[in-house]
């Protein structure tokens, strides 16, 4: 029996022989930009959803009619399913650095397990690029950036065919939803290439595509909100933008010290805080990103009661001083997350497993 369905976009390379894995780990033939759609099907576990099915759209060329190209057929299965099927939001998922194409898709079933809205379940897409998702993390870190780098412009195309989607929708069609946004780790640094890309194309373009935009464990600079040529333009796509941060992340200090980047906006928040738009909201994860992620404190997004509440508290529009097991540190103009509400213990991924969940 199916318990949870995720619906993915990629711009990796498409072998179906691989049963393992169906994308794998360089870009798509037809270049970088390049996407393919689909989704999968799991059996629900709260530590390893077991996929059970996958099914890949056809690449329809040639074809005038959106509905009738693999985007069009897949944008109309996730509208009928918020409009008329499990009627809910939508939340899209960009992941982070040392993740296969499989390990993407179990991350965005646990998020679809955890999370929800105001008691109903979320639809979840996950955008996945192609991440190494090599046993040897450290080696793949460079490419994966340069990955993440030039995955940008495939993430604005997505971005652009939902909003052109939309646009020709009639009103009567319009499910009445909302689609929201969450990045995980270098999942950050390939966002900030999507938003140069749409600045690119428009800078005076920037629509609202999404309601909340959510940032988690952000690998990232500190001064990212600073200036126009990183995150400073964000918040013109999105309603509300919650930056979620642990000063205690190993990943982002390996990032930090080993890597030749300027601090990490996942480590301490903005560099400046004063600076931030008002629409940025800052929590701080650092009471319960050990219990959920008790290695690297970095993947602390799932498998936590905890950050599950938070973020379905975000996502359903609570108020910031409403949302509960928070309080407000003024000196840091940040909320901080108090107590675990009831740990999913992780279960970390061995080493031999490319298809494990993100790190």
């Not at 959510?214 to 690998?219: E, G, H, K, M, V």
């Not at 509440?309 to 928070?326: C, E």
Request: aromatic residues 8%; proline residues 7%.
């Amino acid at each position: 029996m199916t318990d949870v369905r995720v619906f993915f976009t990629t711009n990796r390379n498409y072998q179906p022989a691989n049963k393992r894995q169906v994308f794998g780990r360089t870009f798509n033939p037809d270049g970088v930009a390049a996407l393919r759609f689909g989704y999968a099907d799991f059996k629900s576990d709260p530590q390893r959803p077991v996929l059970q099915d996958l099914h890949v759209y056809p690449d329809v060329l040639n074809q005038t009619d959106v509905i009738k190209t693999g985007g069009g057929m897949f944008m109309e299965d996730l509208r009928t399913s918020m409009a008329q099927g499990r009627k809910c939001d939508t939340l899209v998922f960009i992941h982070g650095f040392n993740v296969s194409f499989t390990g993407a898709l179990q991350s965005a079933a646990l998020l679809a397990q955890g999370l929800n809205v105001g008691g109903h379940p979320l639809n979840v897409v996950v955008f996945s690029w192609p991440s190494d998702g090599s046993a040897v993390p450290w080696m793949s870190y460079y490419s994966d950036r340069e990955d993440a780098r030039a995955s940008g412009p495939s993430v604005a195309r997505a971005f652009l065919k939902f909003r052109d989607f939309v646009l020709a929708l009639n009103e009567a069609d319009y499910c009445q939803r909302r689609v929201h946004l969450l990045t995980h780790s270098m999942g950050a640094y390939v966002l900030r290439q999507a938003v140069q890309a749409l600045i690119a194309k428009d800078r005076d373009g920037l629509t609202r595509l999404f309601d909340q935009i959510l940032l988690a464990a952000p690998d990232e600079d500190d001064d990212a909100f600073e200036h126009d040529t990183k995150l400073r333009l964000l918040p013109r796509i999105g309603r509300q933008v919650t930056v979620y941060y642990n000063p205690n992340d190993k990943g982002l200090t390996i990032s930090d010290k080993t890597k030749a980047n300027p601090d990490r906006l996942g480590s301490d928040g903005p560099r400046l805080v004063d600076l931030i738009p008002k629409k940025v909201a800052l929590v701080d994860c650092r009471v319960v990103a050990g219990s959920a992620d008790p290695f690297i404190e970095h993947s602390y997004y799932v498998r936590s009661q905890a950050m599950n509440d938070d973020i379905s508290a975000v996502l359903a529009d609570t108020p910031l001083d409403d949302i509960p097991n928070r309080i407000f540190v003024e000196r840091q103009r940040s909320w901080r997350i108090v107590a675990e509400t009831g740990v999913k213990p992780a279960r970390p991924p061995k080493p031999t497993r490319p298809d494990a969940p993100p790190t």
